[in-house]
Every structure is written in structure tokens, then in C-alpha cells.
């Protein structure tokens, strides 16, 4: 029996996959056109069964050498002459799984090749009547040093020379990792392990300057997710909604592969195959507490990196709209990362669960923070009535608490820290029974609106700053149309008033619309 499958190499026979059979097409016309380039994504989008489904895909035109560098310890790296022996035995390794001959694999293997000269001589007599492609997986695990560098940069000269018939190399190179070569030479300059160039240009030369943009999409959209579903249902017979089951899992994931193969996991797995919308939504509550080297990983990059974690709090809590541009060093690291994705110009979180932890990251790095007063004085059970929460009670309580604890706090500090202290006092009250997620394509400096789910409810919240009557009345009009595309007929909306206190209206108050419609107005 097929299962799905989270940790490493995924293949058809034994787990289920999205056929990347078409994002495989693709990147073989780069190898056919003899490019090199680099497939850096973030962690655990795949790269490794990529690679392995082309490899499969190409092993009757050419032969394919297929390393990692995964595991290596870093004394391989430290010269060229541990470097080169150790990279012509993989390459023979590799290529014993091959139609290659085997006095032509055990050629590759030459322990007196200790510098690159020699390296580059090797290579060209091994690749003069083969069409030998490199693929390299793992390729920024050891890599930030001056050795692999100079490896590249070989490589590079002997494809210039390629072009120009004076030279034979490999076919395609590819080079697989989160890193692309420009970011490795940045990750040195972080770890203390590149010579600081005198000019910051100097910095950005890359001896990989000959790669072609490698422009594969390999996330996986809602009908490449469904085609998978398919297959399992065909097995288990359970009866679900496929394109809505995949269309709810594209909503948290974004289509980011861990996650959408950690979601059906679960559902299989741990929740009683209760392939629901209901469903998902309980895989992602459990994905969320749990650890696992992806998220640690995430957690990592933003405690290592101030910059970036003042840029993601203004970005989520405060609002305030970014520009997507690749050429800044904040957006590049965050998208290199798998944080950020493009949408109409913008910088966007890359999914739901990932912004979602990071929400919770800094709502429980906050918690901590004894300069942030805290509102302590509610339970639980004071606004959970026989299992249901009362979100009604759970606003009016706020908003007393509000007014007794930050009255006196000053302005700048409240206006900036406001969502936060919402999302600190929300969230002991729905742990453990439900979760909330942002709607971030609505997130802007004036709104932000809060999804929550407990139990079979779910309670729609928007977050205001007070810009004066007829903005709020804009404010009715948004959230009414979100509660229609979300068919709910109750909304709640709550406003900071950053105002003097003279100028304050507060409120607490039901507001009635047609159709049915509410929406519980709560002014602080």
C-alpha cells in the first residue's frame, strides 16, 4: 500500500505523489540546450525527488551523475587535493548505475588529482565522446568556502571554453540547494568564512555567472494536488470532495510540497482519513504545534537575522505594504528562504501556515516581554459556553481590559503593538480547541482581518485603526463582503482609536444589515 510520504525521496511505486512529469519536461529542455544553472528552493520543496525523476527522464540520452553533498564533513572542503578525489568517486559511483561501461565509470576514479588543473584536464578526456550530465543535490550544505569556489569557477571557464570549441566538459550542470551561488558568498560573509572584498561589488561576483534563470514553477497548484487525491481515493474509496479537498489544502499551503503531502499524512494517518474541509482544517491545527526541521529551520533564519524579523513584524502587525523587488537583500533572502512570495507587486507570506507560525512566533516571543503589559484576568472557560465559543463575551472582555491596562500607555507604543496585543490575549483563549489564521491578500495598514476556527464555528474578526466615520462605514461594507464570500452571517469588527481620549467614541454594539447580516462593532 501507497502512503504519502514527508521525509526524503519520494517515488511512484510506494508513495503518493503529484506527477511533476511536465515540471520535469521542462527543466530537460535546459539540459538539452547543454545550460547550467541552479535549482536553489527552500527546504523541502522537493528538489531531491526532482532530481531523481529527471535523472529517471534522461538516463537513455545521457549519462547522468548524480551526487549529493549531503553529509559531507567540511575536511573534504579544505583543499583541492581532498576535494578533487572525493568528487571523481562520487561521479564513479553515480555512474555504476548507469549504461556506462565499467572501465569507463573506474576511469573517472584518479587519487592523483589533487588541484584543479588537473581536475579540468580529467574532466575534459572523460567527456569527449560522452555526454556526461553533473547533477549536484545538497550543494550549499558544505559549501561556504573558498575550495568550492574555485571548483565552480573551473567549471565555468571550461563551459566558456566549450562554447568557443576549445574544450570538452559536461553536457548540463545543476547544481540543487536552498543557496544560489550569489547567497553562498553571503552566507560566507555571515559565518566569517569569505575575505571581505575592499568594494561591495566584489562581494556579488559569481563564478556561476553563466547559468540560465531557472524558472520552474514546483509548488503544486489545486488540480496537480487533486490528480494525486485521485489516485488515493481510486485505493481507499472514501467518498471525498477531491477539488475541494485540494482547493482547501492549496488555501493553507500555497501548494508548498511538505506541507501538502504533511496534510494528507495526517488526515491518512492520524485523523481517521476524515477527508473533510473540516478535516484539513484539524491537520493543519495539529501541523501547527508540532516541530519538525522545517519549521525549525524558519524559526532559525528569523532569530539569526533582526533585519528580517523587524521587516516580517511590520509587514504582519503593522501593516504597512512592501514592494517586491528580488534586488533587495531582505526580499531575496526571504524568498530565498521560502518566506515570501510575489502577488501584484507586493511581498506576501508564502502561505497560511506559514504565516500563521509566524504570527505565533512572535506572539510567544512577546508573551515573554515584560515591557508589553499582558491581559491575565480571563479564562478559557469564561468565554467557552457548553463547548461553543462566545466571541461576543470574548471582544467585550478585551475591551474592558483594554481601557483598564493600556489607558495610560503611550500612543506610539499601543498604535504600533495593538494587533499584537489582541492576538496575546486571543490566543490562550483558543489553544488547545482552535486556531486562527490571517487573511493576508486583505492586509493592509488600515485592516487586518482574523479568521478563527473553534470547534464547528468559525468567527470572522477585522482589525481597524479609526480613520474617521466614512472610512469606517467603508469598514461595514469590506467586512460584509468577506461574510458573503465566507457565507457567514455574523462579523465582528474591532477599531483601535489612537486619538486623544477627548476625541474617542467607544462602543460595543450589534449592528444590523440586510439579509440577515450583523456585525458587532466594537470601538476602543
Excluded at 496537480?224 to 488555501?251: F, P, Q, V
Excluded at 522545517?294 to 502587525?317: G, R, S, T, V
Aim: hydrophobic share 40%.
Amino acid at each position: 500500500m501507497r502512503r504519502f510520504n514527508v521525509t526524503g525521496l519520494c517515488v511512484p511505486e510506494e508513495d503518493y505523489m503529484v506527477d511533476i512529469s511536465g515540471k520535469v519536461e521542462q527543466i530537460s529542455k535546459l539540459i538539452d540546450s547543454r545550460s547550467y544553472f541552479t535549482i536553489n528552493r527552500a527546504r523541502q520543496y522537493g528538489k531531491t525527488t526532482t532530481l531523481a525523476c529527471l535523472e529517471n527522464a534522461l538516463k537513455n540520452r545521457y549519462l547522468v551523475a548524480s551526487i549529493s553533498f549531503e553529509g559531507l564533513s567540511e575536511k573534504k572542503f579544505e583543499s583541492p587535493e581532498a576535494f578533487c578525489p572525493m568528487f571523481l568517486k562520487k561521479i564513479a559511483k553515480s555512474l555504476e548505475f548507469t549504461p556506462a561501461p565499467k572501465q569507463y565509470v573506474q576511469e573517472w576514479i584518479n587519487n592523483e588529482i589533487t588541484d584543479f588543473d588537473l581536475l579540468s584536464e580529467h574532466i575534459t578526456e572523460m567527456c569527449r565522446d560522452n555526454k556526461v550530465v553533473l547533477m549536484v543535490d545538497e550543494v550549499d550544505k558544505t559549501s561556504n568556502n573558498q575550495v568550492f569556489l574555485h571548483f565552480l569557477g573551473m567549471l565555468r571557464d571550461k563551459f566558456l571554453l566549450r562554447k568557443n570549441r576549445k574544450d570538452y566538459t559536461f553536457h548540463s550542470v545543476i547544481l540543487a540547494g536552498v543557496y544560489d551561488i550569489k547567497n553562498i558568498k553571503l552566507k560566507m560573509i555571515n559565518e566569517g568564512k569569505h575575505p571581505r572584498a575592499a568594494e561591495e561589488n566584489k562581494i556579488y561576483n559569481s563564478p556561476w555567472n553563466i547559468a540560465v534563470n531557472f524558472i520552474v514553477d514546483m509548488s503544486f497548484s489545486p488540480h496537480e494536488i487533486a490528480a494525486m487525491l485521485g489516485e488515493y481515493e481510486a485505493d481507499h474509496n472514501t467518498g471525498m470532495d477531491i477539488m475541494a479537498i485540494s482547493d482547501e489544502i492549496y488555501r493553507f499551503t500555497s501548494g508548498y510540497p511538505f506541507l501538502v503531502s504533511r496534510i494528507c499524512q495526517a488526515i491518512d494517518e492520524e485523523l481517521d482519513q476524515d477527508w473533510t474541509i473540516g478535516g484539513v482544517q484539524k491537520a493543519v491545527q495539529k501541523i501547527l504545534k508540532e516541530q519538525n526541521t522545517l519549521f525549525e529551520d524558519l524559526f532559525k533564519n528569523i532569530k539569526n537575522n533582526k533585519k528580517l524579523a523587524n521587516y516580517l513584524y511590520d509587514l504582519l502587525f503593522i501593516g504597512i505594504e512592501k514592494n517586491f523587488n528580488i534586488n533587495n537583500s531582505l526580499v531575496n533572502l526571504g524568498y530565498m528562504y521560502g518566506f515570501f512570495k510575489e502577488a501584484d507587486g507586493k511581498v506576501r507570506v508564502a502561505n497560511k501556515i506559514f504565516e500563521t507560525l509566524i504570527y505565533n512566533y512572535f506572539v510567544s516571543e512577546n508573551g515573554d516581554n515584560e515591557e508589553i503589559p499582558k491581559i491575565t484576568g480571563v479564562l478559557q472557560q469564561d468565554v467557552v459556553r457548553n463547548g461553543r465559543f462566545d466571541m461576543e463575551l470574548c471582544l467585550l472582555k478585551f475591551a474592558e481590559y483594554y481601557v483598564e491596562i493600556f489607558g495610560g500607555c503611550d500612543l506610539k507604543f499601543i498604535e504600533k503593538q495593538g494587533r499584537l496585543l489582541f492576538l496575546l490575549y486571543l490566543q490562550p483563549l483558543i489553544n488547545g480547541q482552535g486556531f486562527y489564521h490571517i487573511e493576508s491578500q486583505f492586509t493592509d495598514q488600515r485592516r487586518m482581518d482574523i479568521v478563527v476556527d473553534f470547534g464547528r464555528d468559525q468567527f470572522i474578526i477585522e482589525l481597524k485603526i479609526w480613520y474617521g466615520n466614512s472610512r469606517h462605514q467603508e469598514a461595514y461594507e469590506q467586512l460584509l463582503g468577506y461574510m458573503e464570500n465566507k457565507k457567514a452571517l455574523n462579523g465582528y469588527l474591532l477599531t483601535f482609536d489612537f486619538r486623544k481620549e477627548a476625541n474617542k467614541q467607544r462602543r460595543a454594539e450589534w449592528v444590523d444589515f440586510d439579509g440577515g447580516k450583523r456585525i458587532f462593532d466594537v470601538v476602543l
